[in-house]
């Protein structure tokens, strides 16, 4: 029986380290973040990928970084045919990679060479890209850089999210992990190395970066909130006040006004500009310290603010 030990933490992770378990695979152990604080009332919370550990009784370690920690020592006298990791995170030490008897190999949620990094999805949906998939590489020390294994597209619809995508792509992933983990061990493979010269990078969403540029095309405005949904979220200044932007919709009509300008307002309707003479209807939305709440809600209470032609949106 194939032994492995499985490296991950998010939602995205679960259902690929279910599916090793379900297929019959020996996972000797679990690799996952410490228990981390949730919510309001911070409840400790264990990830998604050490409760189905839990659930299918592996040994979970539980290290805050991998490196020279103990758990890695447990990982190395373990000597599993593979090591497995999905969303993982930390960079395996040469030691650890080195411990495997058969390989070590990464579900990566991009067509690398394209997106190496923390957040694929994100920049995939941010940037309108019309595809992205998973991409199953051995691991080397450089950050999504080996070889890649196997591969496998899936279309981004312009109705797909942050949330959406990774629900796709972790099924995607979990089946795609399956297909080619017995052409591993049989070495039925053709690895192809990346070609450097097109690796683009998708590095960890910085606050900064969740401010919505309404002088962008209202295409690229929509697809930057949904590149941020549901986490970590997107905002605009909308009359002064710092608002998330939950979702919108692309209109078909143009305007002559300037970016960040209401084009029209009415009892359930919020239009803005865009850049490119477009413009985009807001549908849901949340003003600083109030919760979520549809555009009638939001009109409901801002009277005679927002009036046709004024400049709403800081740029």
Known sequence: MTSIVFMGTPEFSAPILQSLVDKGYDVKAVVTQPDRPVGRKHVLTASPVKKVAVANNILVLQPEKISGSDEMAKVIDIAPDLIVTAAFGQFLPNKLLASVKVAAINVHASLLPKYRGGAPVHYAVMNNDDETGVSIIYMVKKMDAGDVISQRAIPIEKTDDVGSMFDKLSLLGRDLLLETIPNILSGNISPVPQDEGKVTFSPTIKPEQEEVDFS????????????????????????????????????????????????????????????????????????????????????????????????????
């Not at 692309?250 to 359930?268: F, I, N, Y």
């Not at 003479?277 to 005679?304: M, R």
């Open 216 to 315: 962008q095309p209202a295409e690229l405005v929509d697809a930057k909130i949904r590149g941020l949904r549901p986490f970590p979220s997107s905002y605009i200044i909308l009359a002064g006040t710092r608002t998330k932007l939950w979702d919108v919709t692309v209109l078909d009509e143009k305007t002559d006004l300037a970016a960040g300008r209401v084009v029209r307002r009415g009892k359930h309707e919020l239009v803005l500009s865009t850049g490119a003479h477009g413009t985009i209807s807001v549908n849901k939305l949340q003003p600083a310290g109030k919760p979520k709440q549809s555009v009638t809600d939001f009109l409901n209470g801002t009277e005679d603010a927002l009036t046709i032609g004024e400049q709403v949106v800081d740029l």
